[in-house]
């Protein structure tokens, strides 16, 4: 059974702060890896694909890396503000038809 | 505008009572695809489809139905609903290939069963 692992579970950080979210598989032969925001009582939005061949990408004041060999990525955020607090989930497909999500990091910044 | 539209928003229902939840998407995707996510849980495959008439089973299908006799519609059939379905559901569409896989979702459908 695939599993995905996304520590912490929650993370609180004044405004300013450059901040780390961690996303771990178990198998690493994975196809891609996607990032998503979801907002409370919304659906899920996709902020950055990472294909298996490719080693990070960015997104304004997000870069998201992925180290297959170790069976993890991170989602890095820059000078965090208000307007980013949400969960932010990680999910892996490993041939592009079922997908395996993590439980999320529900992040909360502080003005 | 580009768009996954699942219908209804909330739903309640009773034990038994037959139901269907649309999915709608206007960006000619191939891959469509239903969630369900609970707390603790997060989300699990329920089915996916990978182009018209081609469905399969996700990870957990007990209970659910799916057709997809055209490309722009899936909808979630419940047969005989039960309480443990009571969930929030999401339903979500990509192009499948090329770099462009990233998932659209729908904003959901909170049912309860009671």
């Known amino acids: 059974k695939q599993e995905v692992t996304q520590i912490p579970a929650a993370l609180s950080v004044p405004e300013g702060e450059n901040l780390v979210l961690n996303c771990s598989f178990t198998d690493s032969a994975i196809y891609n890896l996607q990032w998503f925001r979801q907002d409370p009582g919304k659906g899920l939005t996709s902020l950055l694909l990472?294909?298996?061949?490719?080693r990070e990408q960015t997104s304004g004041r997000l870069n998201a890396s992925l180290d297959k060999s170790s069976g993890r990525s991170t989602l890095y955020i820059a000078a965090s503000q208000p307007g980013d607090s949400a969960t932010y989930l990680c999910a892996v497909t490993y041939n592009f038809n079922k997908f395996y999500f993590g439980s999320g990091t529900k992040l909360n910044v502080k003005p | 505008e580009a768009q996954v539209t699942q219908n209804p928003r909330y739903l309640i229902t009773v034990t038994g009572k037959k139901l269907t939840v649309t999915c709608s998407q206007n960006m000619n995707h191939e891959y469509m695809s239903w969630y369900r996510q609970d707390p603790g849980l997060g989300l699990r495959q329920i089915y996916y489809s990978m182009n018209v008439e081609v469905t399969d089973k996700g990870d957990v299908p007990e209970g659910y139905k799916v057709s997809r006799k055209e490309k722009r519609n899936f909808p979630l059939i419940l047969e005989s609903p039960s309480p443990n379905q009571t969930s929030l559901y999401f339903c979500a569409s990509s192009f499948y290939g090329q770099g462009r896989e990233k998932l659209f979702f729908g904003s959901g459908t909170q049912l309860s069963v009671l």
């Open positions: 990472i294909q298996s061949s490719q």
